[in-house]
């Protein structure tokens, strides 16, 4: 996600709550407080019903490529994220200074780009292994600002998994896999840039000025779709239930959820999102993964796994 959060979602869709720090586990609304374990449980349950609508939402939206493409999908979806989140952020436009604006329009860009690439990568390689690669983008941040010997180490076993996901073979699809690295650096420079929008712009603004100003420069694109190639219903359905499951759902239960989880703990479950988008993917999809590709998987999740069980030692 993306499908689709400035708080890092390992996810195909990744959408933009409130900015933060880049480390997996950061995610809007801070510390949680000290709540009931029933209350704690409900944030667990909300959590993995989080991760697999957003898998869900993504293998959904593939769906409706033979008809809208990747590009007219991730165009709906835009919309989508952009409704959701200036009704929640309310940005005060006109208020936005130069030195505010530049960094939202960057973050735009690169929302769209991460998105983009994404959604075009899970339509050549699949589900599974497009949001592994995709996830190498923050677990890159978060073990680049370290100095421990241990995330040293983490980093060599998620460059193993990555050698093992894109090693040579004849059915290797290298532009598909290129793309899905390119939304792991766009996913990096979004966090990045969450960085700078939080610290400029109060609250959700930034991130709800950015999604807003990503969906008009998919506007074209949707146009162009509708005069050239009207859709059929069932895609728009198929592109719009994206949007929700990957946008609007993960969104407002990331919300819920660590104000009852702790950050750490909401980190580590999120490292699973690519266990979840492989299964989502191999249900929903029928997309199977070999013996190998399931091992660069588990690689690349213990990697983030370990530094976050380590963090606090």
Do not use: K
């Not at 667990?44 to 898998?55: A, H, R």
């Not at 359905?237 to 407002?252: D, F, M, N, R």
């Not at 993964?289 to 998987?297: D, K, R, S, V």
């Amino acid at each position: 996600m993306p499908a689709d959060t400035a708080h890092s979602r390992a996810s195909a869709h990744r959408t933009p709550p409130v900015p933060s720090d880049p480390t997996p586990g950061d995610q809007p609304g801070g510390q949680p407080d000290v709540q009931p374990d029933g209350r704690r449980l409900a944030g667990v349950v909300t959590m993995v019903g989080s991760g697999l609508s957003n898998q869900t939402g993504a293998a959904i939206g593939s769906l409706a490529f033979p008809v809208l493409g990747p590009l007219g999908v991730v165009a709906v979806r835009q919309y989508v994220a952009a409704i959701v989140l200036v009704a929640v952020g309310r940005p005060r436009l006109r208020a936005f200074t130069r030195r505010q604006w530049w960094p939202v329009l960057l973050l735009a860009l690169v929302f769209g780009t991460m998105n983009l690439s994404l959604y075009t990568a899970i339509d050549r390689i699949g589900l599974g292994l497009a949001v592994t690669l995709e996830f190498l983008g923050p677990l890159s941040i978060a073990l680049a600002a370290s100095r421990r010997r241990v995330d040293a180490c983490c980093a060599v076993i998620a460059a193993a998994g990555v050698i093992t996901l894109m090693r040579p073979r004849p059915s290797a699809d290298f532009l598909g896999m290129g793309l899905a690295l390119l939304a792991a650096a766009c996913w990096a420079s979004y966090i990045l840039l969450n960085r700078t929008v939080g610290r400029r712009i109060p609250g959700a603004q930034g991130s709800a000025a950015a999604a807003g100003v990503s969906a008009l420069m998919f506007l074209p694109v949707g146009i162009v779709l509708v005069l050239r190639h009207p859709p059929t219903a069932e895609a728009v359905a198929y592109a719009v239930a994206a949007g929700v499951l990957s946008s609007a759902v993960p969104y407002l239960a990331d919300l819920f959820t660590l104000r009852h989880v702790p950050a750490p703990a909401f980190g580590l479950f999120m490292s699973v999102n690519p266990v979840l988008a492989g299964l989502v993917g191999w249900v929903v999809l029928g997309q199977s993964l070999g013996g190998p590709e399931w091992a660069g998987i588990g690689a690349i999740v213990a990697a983030n796994a370990v530094s976050i069980l380590t963090s606090r030692e």
